[in-house]
């Protein structure tokens, strides 16, 4: 349970810093904003039939794109008074590090993904209402996987030289299962009937999950240690 | 296993492979003569997932016991896998082009070589970002680690894609289908790519280790009062 | 347990990359002891206490905190230990207050409220505990990683060249701070490169070049000084 109250203590740390500078979720939102811009010159919109055969892809370019963004985050902000080494000081488990910054980094992105789905849905006019609660499942599933992912990258990423330039190389290779997932997913809520397929790729969403968020807990302290 | 005796066996191996890819294999009926690169396209890729699995289990030994001995192991694998990655993605399109006049295709094999290309990719430019030594062996032996657990479910997550958008496969299933002459040929050619595949890896890691060596007597008391 | 070693090293090595570190430490703190490393830039002094804060992981050799191996069990080592360094460990955009709530929660530490007062008085810094610390001095923002130190009541207290950047002012009142710890009976290991802070307090001295603590001594200032300029001579080598 301790380990818990720990990772739960930097969650919320990492909430209220984010709170007070709201830089990561403002350039989250704007660029997942100029995203559907650029999309909406790219693509010809006004046929309704394309979006509808494209736009699962789009959009989940577009979390991933935004999510990168957000990633960068969860130890940048460590590094400015060093204060990451206050955390490895502490009597706590460094999971529970990974944890607390995961639990964030997840957080600031389905904010940020919530927001962006909103404006897909009135750009590109998607029927999304009778379908929130099955999109909201596969946004999630693909989001705690990419952020599970992301956070021990990050933290890889930041002992390099090119820090930002690392953390997509690594990334998203990695994190292409979750993508094929979760587009999958997404197409099959939107034909009618539902998809057979949206079953079965659930279910992949849940085991990669599994897998990457043990993985990383477990590797963490490696990580961390100097 | 004796270096000259590895060497030769691969050099052994490799000969029979020539010989049976041109002369014993017989030729395709659509593809023709071109087709005979598919045994080495396929053994090539076969291997390159083999090594990405040696660099797996290497980097979890490393982890466990710090031994600088099994980082450089784990190390070369990736650097003679990541050779051996490239040449299935160079091989490829030279196939695909006079076969089926497209250089490309995004097959499930096909897709999987190119992420775990990049896999290999990422794990060697990391090594080159990191300056110190320690942090150089355990951050990219983590990621060696979710690397190699990835690349299976890479491909098993494109096949089954695959299944719902099919598209040009090359080369039909794994071997399946294949006339009995066809898949001797496969596997010998396999067995000569494991085979140079262990001669370059332990090349390298010799050449590695003597870096190391040199670098530690670097470190030695008489050479500081020199340099 | 009369007399158990609050800290010790025993034959510890680090190596990072090329670079020697440490090579085989021998080291003995009793409790309520006031050291001072002292040495060159480089000299291993900051890895010494990073090692012991098992920051730092070392290549070889035995590391205990009031009995405990930390190697093996380095979350109840770190229980006993504050460290205070250069960069202050705090977060910019949370207020004094915020940032020793965050660390009570993260100790694990019951009457947080209570603790947290009492330790931004101690350093007074009570009427500044509700502003955003990015408004801080240097002087204000080294008060507060004491008390972010201090927090969890430590045994041991760590300082790696916590008087750099410091006026006259804000070095006396931490000389002061660092007198009444060792007062209540806590260890303090500091390391400095400056001489005349070194001798502020402490009761031993420990000379550190190139990854070895070369020699231990007591004795007066002046006795200190004289044997710190000649250990400088000794080992002096072209630094380029």
Redesign the interface.
């Known amino acids: 349970m301790t380990f818990f109250r720990q990772a739960g203590a930097i969650f919320w740390k990492d909430v209220l810093t984010e709170f007070r500078t709201k830089d990561a979720l403002t350039s989250m939102l704007l660029f997942g904003l100029l995203v559907i811009l650029m999309f909406h010159f790219a693509f010809d919109q006004a046929d309704s039939l394309q979006m509808d055969h494209y736009g699962p892809g789009l959009l989940w370019i577009t979390f991933v794109f935004a999510g990168l963004l957000g990633m960068n985050r969860a130890f940048a902000g460590e590094r400015e008074n060093d204060s990451l080494q206050a955390l490895k000081l502490a009597p706590i488990s460094w999971g529970a590090i990974y944890l607390g910054k995961m639990l964030a980094n997840l957080m600031f992105m389905l904010v940020a993904e919530s927001v962006i789905l909103a404006c897909f849905a009135v750009f590109f006019d998607f029927n999304l209402l009778p379908r929130l609660g099955r999109m909201c499942g596969i946004t999630l599933l693909g989001t705690l996987g990419f952020a599970s992912i992301g956070t021990i990258l990050a933290a890889i990423s930041m002992n390099t030289r090119m820090s930002e330039v690392m953390l997509p190389l690594l990334l998203l290779p990695i994190a292409l299962p979750l993508v094929i997932g979760a587009v999958n997913a997404t197409a099959a809520i939107f034909t009618d009937p539902p998809g057979e397929y949206l079953g079965f790729w659930m279910k992949f969403l849940v085991v990669f999950n599994i897998i990457f968020v043990t993985l990383p807990l477990l590797l963490f302290d490696f990580v961390l240690e100097e | 296993m004796n270096r000259n005796w590895l060497a030769l066996s691969t050099f052994v191996a490799m000969m029979v492979s020539i010989y049976l890819i041109f002369m014993y294999a017989p030729t395709e009926a659509t593809m023709g003569d071109v087709q005979r690169i598919f045994y080495i396209h396929v053994s090539l890729a076969w291997t390159s997932f083999l090594a990405i699995f040696i660099v797996f289990i290497y980097s979890i030994r490393f ?1 466990a016991s710090r031994d600088r001995q099994l980082d450089i192991k784990a190390f070369c694998a990736a650097e003679v896998g990541a050779v051996f990655s490239t040449t299935v993605l160079i091989s490829g399109p030279i196939w695909a082009k006079p076969v089926w006049g497209i250089w490309w295709t995004w097959d499930a094999r096909l897709t999987s070589a190119f ?1 775990l290309w ?2 290999y ?2 794990y060697l ?2 090594r080159r ?7 150089r062996a ?2 990219s ?3 060696g ?3 190699a ?2 690349a299976p ?2 491909y ?3 096949r ?2 695959r299944t ?1 958008h099919p598209a040009p496969v090359m080369g039909g299933g794994e071997s399946s289908g294949l006339d009995p002459q066809m898949r001797l040929t496969l596997y010998v050619t396999f067995a000569a790519c494991v085979l140079l595949f262990f001669y370059l890896w332990k090349l390298r890691c010799e050449l590695e280790r003597t870096q190391e060596v040199v ?1 530690s007597l ?2 030695a008391p008489q050479f500081k009062e020199v340099s | 347990m009369a007399d158990a070693p609050v800290v010790r090293l025993d034959k510890v090595e680090k190596w990072f990359g090329r670079t020697s570190a440490l090579q085989g430490v021998d080291l003995t703190v009793q409790p309520g002891e006031f050291l001072v490393f002292l040495g060159r830039n480089g000299a291993g002094k900051s890895t010494l206490l990073r090692v012991v804060a098992r920051l730092v992981r070392p290549n070889s050799g035995r590391v205990e905190v009031c009995g405990i191996d930390v190697l093996r069990h380095p979350e109840a080592g770190r229980e006993k230990l504050g460290f205070v360094a250069h960069s202050s460990y705090l977060y910019r955009s949370l207020t004094a207050f915020e940032n020793l709530q965050f660390f009570a929660r993260l100790y694990g530490l019951s009457d947080a409220e209570d603790r947290i007062h009492k330790v931004l008085r101690w350093v007074g810094l009570e009427k500044s505990a509700l502003r955003p610390i990015h408004g801080f001095s240097r002087g204000m923002q080294q008060r507060l990683s004491i008390a972010r130190a201090t927090l969890h009541d430590p045994e041991i207290l760590l300082l790696d060249e916590p008087f750099s950047g410091l006026d006259l002012e804000a070095s006396e009142l931490l000389g002061g701070w660092l007198e009444s710890f060792v007062a209540n009976g806590k260890t303090v290991l500091m390391a400095t490169h400056d001489l005349e802070q070194g001798l502020q307090s402490a009761r031993r001295w420990a000379f550190v070049d190139q990854g070895k603590i070369a020699e231990e001594l007591t004795g007066t200032d002046a006795h200190i000084r004289d044997r710190y300029k000649i250990f400088l001579k000794e080992k002096r080598r072209d630094i380029f």
């Open positions: 982890l992420l990049l896999i990719m990422g430019v990391l970002l990191i300056e110190s030594p320690e942090q355990r951050l032996a983590v990621f680690i979710l690397g657990v990835d479910i890479v098993m997550s494109n089954w894609w719902q670098e670097q470190r």
